[in-house]
C-alpha cells in the first residue's frame, strides 16, 4: 500500500510524500483480457482515423465532380485540406496535451473522442467548402489530442515487457482502418449505389456510428494510476491496482506475484511548462533531437507517397480513379503488417537495432522505387509492391516514435512530450509535405514524383541513423527506470528531482 508522509514546507508546494510500489505492481502483471480491454477501448480509434484520412482522399475525386454538393477540386481536397486537418492535428495535439498532463488521461481520452466524432459528423454534413475546410481542421484537432492522452495512457498501463508491441500494433491499427476506408470508398463512389452527393457523407456517417461504439467501451478503461499517485492521490492509485489485479488473478486463474519495490515521489500541482520545457531540452537534449529525427523522418516519407498515391496510379498507369481504393487497401494492409510482425522485436532484439533497421531499410527501398519508376520500369502493380515493401518496415519505424517520445522522458512530461514532438515533426513533415508533394507529384512529371520520393527517402535515413546514435535500450524496462519522475525524492537529499 502507498505510505503518505505529510509535511509542510511553507510554500504550498509539496504537501508530503507518497512512497508506492504501484509502477512495479503495473510492470509485472501477466497479460489478461483486461489488458485486451484497455487495447480495445484505447487503441482502436486509430482505426477511426485510417478510415477518414483514406476515405478523404479516394473521394477527393468525387468530392470535385458535378453534382457532389461542394464547390472544391481535388487539388484543395488533397492539399488544402490535407494540410489544414494536420495543422489542427498539431494544435489539438498541444492544447490536449497540456490538459492531458494537469487533468488526467481518462478525462482527456473521452473528451478528444467526442471532438473528433462531432468534428466527423459535421464534416458529412458540409454544404460549402468553408465548412469542410472547418470541420476538417476540428477533425484534426480532436484526433492530435487523442494521440497524446491515448499513448500516455496505453504505456502507463500495459507491462513492461509488452509495452514496445502493443504500443506498435495500436499506432499501426491506423491501417485497419485504411483498408476499410479504402474498400469503403469503392462501395461509397459506385454511383448505382448512391447519388454522387450522399454516398461520400455516408462514409462520415458511419464512421461516426463505429466511434460511437468505441466510446462505450472506453467508459471502463480507468484513469492510470501512475498518473493518480504523481498528483498526490496515492491511496486511490493504490485502490485502483488492487482492482486491477483482482481482475487479472480472476482471467488467469492465478494470484499476483509479489514486488519489492518502489519508488517515493513529492506530492505536488501540475508542473509548469517552464519546467517541462527546460527538463525536455535542457536535461535530455539527445533525446529530443531523436524524437525530433524520428517525427520528421516518418512524417515525410509517408507523405511522400500518400498524399501522391491516387494522382501517380491515375495520372502515370491509367488506372480509373474508382479503382485506386483496391490497390491502396492492399498497402494499407502491409502497412498493418510491419508494426503485427515485427512488433515483438522491438521487445526482444530492443529497441535501437529495430528502430534503426526499419527506418533505414525502408529509405533504401523507397531510393530503389525511385530508381525504377525514374527508368520507367514500374506498372501500377509492381509500383504497388514496391510501397508495399517501403511500408512495411516504415510502418514499424513510424510507430515506433510515438514509443519512443512516451518512453524516455519523465512522466510529468509524458502526454506534452508526445503533443510536441508529433506537432514538431507532423507540421514540417505534414503541412509542408502535403503542400510540396501535392504539387510534385500531381504535375504528372516523372522527375518531379522522383524528387518527391528521394525527399522523402532521404529523410528517413537520416533519422535512422540518428536513431543508430542516440536511442535507448528501453525494451523491458519500467518507465520510472528509463525516465525518473521530476517529483522523485532523490536517495541523496530527499528532495524532488528535476524541479526549478
Avoid at 504535375?443 to 533519422?463: E, K, P, Y
Wanted: charged share 15%; hydrophobic share 50%; aromatic share 12%.
Amino acid at each position: 500500500m502507498a505510505t503518505v508522509e505529510q509535511r509542510s514546507d511553507g510554500a504550498g508546494g509539496d504537501a508530503g510524500t507518497v512512497t508506492t510500489s504501484v509502477p512495479a505492481r503495473l510492470d509485472r502483471l501477466p497479460w489478461s483480457r483486461w489488458h485486451w480491454m484497455v487495447v480495445i477501448g484505447l487503441g482502436t480509434v486509430w482505426i477511426l482515423d485510417g478510415l477518414e484520412v483514406t476515405v478523404v482522399g479516394n473521394i477527393a475525386s468525387r468530392l470535385s465532380e458535378h453534382g457532389s454538393g461542394l464547390d472544391i477540386s481535388s487539388a484543395q481536397v488533397t492539399g488544402l485540406a490535407a494540410a489544414l486537418y494536420v495543422a489542427g492535428a498539431c494544435t489539438g495535439a498541444l492544447f490536449f496535451g497540456w490538459l492531458t498532463d494537469r487533468l488526467g488521461r481518462k478525462r482527456l481520452f473521452m473528451l478528444t473522442l467526442a471532438v473528433y466524432l462531432a468534428a466527423t459528423a459535421m464534416t458529412g454534413l458540409s454544404f460549402h467548402s468553408w465548412w469542410f475546410f472547418l470541420f476538417r481542421f476540428l477533425t484534426g484537432c480532436g484526433i492530435g489530442g487523442e494521440y497524446a492522452a491515448i499513448n500516455s495512457a496505453v504505456d502507463e498501463l500495459i507491462p513492461a515487457p509488452y509495452r514496445g508491441r502493443v504500443d506498435l500494433i495500436i499506432n499501426g491499427s491506423f491501417w485497419i482502418g485504411a483498408v476499410g476506408g479504402s474498400l469503403l470508398s469503392v462501395l461509397m463512389l459506385d454511383t448505382d449505389l448512391f447519388p454522387a452527393w450522399l454516398g461520400w457523407r455516408l462514409t462520415f456517417g458511419l464512421g461516426v456510428v463505429l466511434g460511437l461504439v468505441i466510446l462505450l467501451v472506453r467508459r471502463n478503461v480507468p484513469e492510470s494510476p501512475r498518473w493518480l499517485f504523481i498528483h498526490g492521490r496515492g491511496e486511490e492509485a493504490e485502490e485502483l491496482v488492487d482492482s486491477i489485479e483482482r481482475q487479472v488473478a480472476a482471467d488467469t486463474g492465478r494470484a499476483c506475484e509479489p514486488v519489492d519495490r518502489e519508488i517515493t515521489i513529492h506530492r505536488r500541482g501540475s508542473v509548469g511548462f517552464l519546467t517541462i520545457a527546460r527538463t525536455v531540452f535542457r536535461d535530455y537534449p539527445r533525446r529530443s533531437a531523436l524524437g525530433l529525427a524520428l517525427f520528421i523522418g516518418q512524417a515525410f516519407l509517408y507523405n511522400a507517397i500518400t498524399f501522391g498515391f491516387g494522382s501517380i496510379l491515375t495520372d502515370f498507369f491509367s488506372v480509373p480513379s474508382g479503382h485506386t481504393g483496391y490497390y491502396f487497401a492492399v498497402i494499407a494492409f502491409v502497412n498493418f503488417l510491419g508494426p503485427l510482425l515485427l512488433g515483438r522485436l522491438f521487445d526482444t532484439v530492443g529497441r535501437r537495432p529495430m528502430i534503426t533497421s526499419t527506418y533505414v531499410l525502408s529509405g533504401l527501398l523507397l531510393f530503389g522505387t525511385a530508381w525504377l519508376f525514374g527508368r520507367g520500369s514500374l506498372t501500377a502493380v509492381t509500383m504497388t509492391a514496391c510501397w508495399c515493401a517501403v511500408l512495411f518496415f516504415a510502418s514499424a519505424g513510424a510507430s515506433s516514435a510515438y514509443l519512443t517520445v512516451s518512453e524516455i522522458f519523465p512522466m510529468e512530461t509524458r502526454a506534452l512530450a508526445i503533443a510536441f514532438f508529433y506537432a514538431v515533426g507532423t507540421a514540417a513533415g505534414g503541412i509542408t509535405g502535403p503542400l510540396l508533394f501535392a504539387k510534385l507529384t500531381g504535375s504528372g512529371v516523372v522527375g518531379d514524383t522522383v524528387l518527391a520520393f528521394r525527399i522523402g527517402a532521404g529523410l528517413m535515413t537520416v533519422a535512422g541513423v540518428v536513431a543508430g546514435f542516440l536511442a535507448l535500450p528501453a525494451e523491458r524496462r519500467s518507465l520510472e527506470d528509463i525516465a525518473t519522475p521530476l517529483t522523485a525524492a532523490s536517495a541523496d537529499t530527499g528532495t524532488p528531482t528535476g524541479t526549478p
